[in-house]
């Protein structure tokens, strides 16, 4: 299982660095987050450079789903999904070799901000501490939103529709995480288990995460990953 | 031994398959052929395990395909759907690999030898490195049944396997099915009856979601799907041509279409490589009946679809009809029109 997993990773991969959309959607993620970068130094005069990742985690919301949606749909495009599914191939292989390659990518975006956060250093003296642990919370809010995004892409097989429900709901997330505290006690905690974001920002803001968060995540990840592979499972044998 | 029972498959509150049935012995060929949209490629779906039905189950050497236990029997079988347009960014190389990958070859070497193995057979090797999205109509679908061969599984399944493909290329892949489907169980959908006929030894032909004829391996003989059909397009009293054409050899039918009150066509089924067109012309010169267009084409599966409205199944005797049964059906033709 893990041998094919292990190529499937890289046959998805392959297929994301071959498409010159990628490339162009990558620019473009790489252009406004640096130029969010610039502009937040400049304007603010200061190299404190936390305020900059709320910017990126609003382009994280836009690009992961695209990028999910794209990987789920393309089977159908191509036909691929026939080829997969008369094959001995199971459900799960597929789901967590799209997952792995998907957040790899995202890992490669990540690291691409890093840089670019890193390149500040020229200007004054950042807090590498801060930049790890930025890095690092990222990393494990990008498990559970590319798990949850991989969901959205495989509830119905118009990619378009999917795509719309996939931004729109991790818009929602996101916005939550700036409004908890004015959720009535009751709804409180279901509230926060939905909210990816706002554990997280500990990580950014005072440059320390817990253990908390980091759980939190691989649950969430880990529940809907099961969900996907579910949904997936009903949908190609009876589409 | 391919057995596949009472499948029945539901869509929409909609009945797509109902109670199709047959079975296909080792190294056995079976071709389904029926109009657009009959439940081929629904059927074909569900027998490459792809869909499953709403009842009834598919076996392979007793082995069902849609029980997890034997989920690994899925290797044995090798398909090559109607859609095809697959990963456009993967070399015909990478997508073999990916499809060797999938069917469990995973040893390296063994891979290698027999992605090599089908680049050979296919004579694709000069494609090897070249982009899915580059490739024309044509290699592609030859890649499709490429993959299928992969792994050189027992079963083999092709939906129209020479849709879009040029007369030659189509030709050239029917022989090359024909040739390389004698080790395999072989299974083949399409429309095209000729095309069914010419790979495959059994046919079933389906209709509606159901196998409307059934066990029609001898009965549908080459004989009948070489037969022609000559249209003639004409003008005048259609009562000075009934009966002139009863008397002669060639014909099995006749059938004659009213389309106005003055033009009709006349279109006559003639035995496997017979010709009457001269005879056609002569007889209609002496009746001073002008003819407007004539082709002589060979027997489609739409006239055999014909042939069921008339009589419900096609019986070998009926097929097979010589001149008594001939008249019957003109008659009955004729009766028809006539009530019309």
Redo the contacts between chains.
Sequence with gaps: MF??IK??VK?EL??FL??FKFYLFLSLYLFISGYSISNYVSTHNTTNIEGVFPNILLLIIVFVPFMCVKSMS?EY??????????????NIEIIISKFISIYLLCILGLTCNVVQLLLVRFIDVISYRLLASTFLGFAILLFGLVALNIFFATLTLNSYLNYGIAFVCNVVIFLMSYFIEYIPGLISPVYAFISLFTDIKSFWLIGKGSLYPIIHSLSIGMIFLYLSIMLSEKR???? | MFKVNNIYKKEDDEDMLNNISFRVKDNESLGIIGPHKCGKSILMDILAGVSLPSSGNVELEYQNIFNPLSFYTKKDIGYAPQEFNYYPNLTVYEFLDYVAILKDIVNKKERLLEVERILDLFDIQRLRNKLMKNLSRSYKQKINLAQAFLGNPKVLLFDEPTLGLNPVDANDTREFLKRESKDHITIVASHILPEVSSICKDLIIMDEGKIIVNDLAKNLSKDFCQRNILSVDTCGNLNDVKGKFDDYDEVLLIDYIRRDEENFTIRFELKKDTDIRKEVFRELNSLHMPINNMTLEPLTLEDLYGRLETFGEIPEAKIKADKPKVVDIKTKRLKNMEDK
């Design positions: 041998f094919k190529f499937l046959k392959l297929d071959y498409s393309k495009k191509h036909g691929g999904n026939k080829i997969i599914t008369a094959s001995p191939t199971t190609w044998h009876n589409e």
